[in-house]
């Protein structure tokens, strides 16, 4: 009797460990978390044994779903588990068992909530919101954004500022100097300001919209305003490119629409009295005449050298061109702006007299120098500058 006794136990837990996992469904979940003798007891419920021998272990069907149907009902964890006086420590979420790809959500102790996304190598980036249900949907995000090739960790690290530093920098360096000159202005002036704190990968199309606006506020032309959006675009297309953002938000934004006006040419007594003011002055004179008669643009004009003038048959070659650059001073370079622009002008016999009034005029401030003087040794040399 007492051996039988000492054996029904563990015969009973084991018989109804089978018995379990013959089941399927939400049962078999209910009953596994259950103490074992618990669970052997409410699986033999119904059945009765007699003395001196071990109760029967396979009740009917009905008695076991009865006892399932009957348990508590499973509710999540309201609160998470209780770690006191541990500041600056995390507890996990209580929420049950997740599904593949959602990652450990864990409460903070401030009352936000912590999912942290893996980068590779051992590395981790955490996310945080103040819902469970949040940062799960920005972990979602950020999981696409690493199956669209975003790094997530070299993402988070770039300013719009900094970007378009290297950008200016790396990139644009090897453009014309001009070029690069120009676009630096228009990052330092209009984009920096107002945009280059925010973090790359958070940049939105709201932001480049208000950013438009504030300049326009500012009284910035639609002509700038429409430059400033297109180098944006540009430097963003390479950050996309890289795989530093998922996609330029500034190709979305509509470049702000620029009413070119016809200008029509100066009237005549306009002219009559800009050539009037600048007489007296033989260079001036000769640089109103040479854009005004021959429609040679201010760098063509100032790279003109005297063996690009032939005095005689009344004609100019544009070959160079000389523009002052911030910092570096004056930069010349050969060839026009364009191949279109190499050309031969022939211009009006006045255009030609002001140049041999400014020949007669270097060589008179050349001998009147002497040795203090700063320009070529013959200012009229075929490789002496005009202007």
């Given amino acids: 009797?007492?051996?039988?006794?000492?054996?029904?136990?563990?015969?009973?837990?084991?018989?109804?460990?089978?018995?379990?996992?013959?089941?399927?469904g939400p049962r078999r979940q209910a009953l596994q978390e259950m103490p074992a003798n618990k669970r052997a007891t409410c699986l033999n419920e119904?059945?009765?044994?007699?003395?001196?021998?071990?109760?029967?272990?396979?009740?009917?069907?009905?008695?076991?779903?009865?006892?399932?149907?009957?348990?508590?009902?499973?509710?999540?964890?309201?609160?998470?588990?209780?770690?006191?006086?541990q500041p600056g420590r995390t507890r996990r979420a209580g929420r049950g068992r997740r599904r593949n790809g959602e990652g450990t959500v864990r409460a903070r102790l401030n009352g936000t909530y912590e999912v942290r996304v893996p980068l590779g190598g051992g590395r981790y980036k955490s996310l945080y919101g103040k819902t469970e249900r949040e940062v799960l949907a920005k972990l979602r995000t950020a999981q696409r954004?690493?199956?669209?090739?975003?790094?997530?960790?070299?993402?988070?690290?770039?300013?719009?500022?900094?970007?378009?530093?290297?950008?200016?920098?790396?990139?644009?360096?090897?453009?014309?100097?001009?070029?690069r000159a120009s676009y630096a202005t228009i990052v330092r002036l209009h984009i920096e300001p107002k945009l280059g704190k925010v973090l790359l990968a958070k940049l939105s199309v709201e932001h480049i919209e208000r950013w438009l606006s504030d300049l326009a506020t500012q009284g910035v032309g639609a002509s700038t305003?429409?430059?400033?959006?297109?180098?944006?675009?540009?430097?963003?297309?390479?950050?996309?490119?890289?795989?530093?953002?998922?996609?330029?938000?500034?190709?979305l934004v509509e470049l702000p629409p620029v009413h070119r006006r016809q200008r029509p040419a100066p009237e005549p007594d306009r002219v009559r009295r800009l050539l009037e003011a600048a007489h007296d002055d033989p260079r001036l004179h000769a640089f109103v005449l040479v854009g005004v008669g021959a429609g040679l643009r201010?760098?063509?004009?100032?790279?003109?050298?005297?063996?690009?003038?032939?005095?005689?048959?009344?004609?100019?070659?544009?070959?160079?061109?000389?523009?002052?650059?911030?910092?570096?001073?004056?930069?010349?370079?050969?060839?026009?702006?364009?191949?279109?622009?190499?050309?031969?002008?022939?211009?009006?016999?006045?255009?030609?007299?002001?140049?041999?009034?400014?020949?007669?005029?270097?060589q008179a401030e050349r001998h009147a120098a002497g040795g203090a003087w700063c320009g070529a040794d013959d200012p009229a040399a075929p490789d002496a500058f005009v202007l």
Avoid at 68 to 81: F, I, Q, T, W
């Fill in 1 to 24: 009797m007492t051996l039988v006794r000492l054996l029904e136990g563990p015969v009973r837990v084991r018989r109804a460990n089978e018995r379990v996992n013959s089941l399927g």
């Fill in 46 to 85: 119904g059945g009765s044994g007699a003395a001196g021998t071990a109760p029967s272990l396979a009740p009917q069907d009905v008695s076991e779903v009865e006892c399932v149907d009957n348990l508590p009902e499973k509710r999540p964890m309201s609160g998470v588990e209780s770690q006191p006086n």
């Fill in 145 to 179: 954004q690493q199956e669209q090739g975003l790094d997530l960790g070299k993402a988070s690290k770039w300013t719009v500022g900094a970007w378009l530093d290297h950008w200016l920098a790396q990139i644009i360096s090897q453009r014309e100097p001009t070029t």
């Fill in 225 to 251: 305003r429409r430059d400033a959006l297109t180098r944006l675009r540009t430097a963003l297309k390479l950050a996309e490119r890289r795989g530093h953002i998922i996609r330029n938000v500034a190709s």
């Fill in 298 to 362: 201010r760098a063509e004009a100032m790279g003109l050298q005297w063996g690009d003038v032939d005095l005689e048959a009344g004609r100019i070659s544009v070959r160079r061109r000389v523009n002052r650059i911030t910092g570096r001073g004056l930069l010349v370079r050969p060839g026009a702006k364009s191949r279109a622009g190499e050309r031969t002008v022939y211009v009006a016999p006045m255009v030609m007299d002001a140049f041999r009034r400014l020949s007669s005029t270097l």
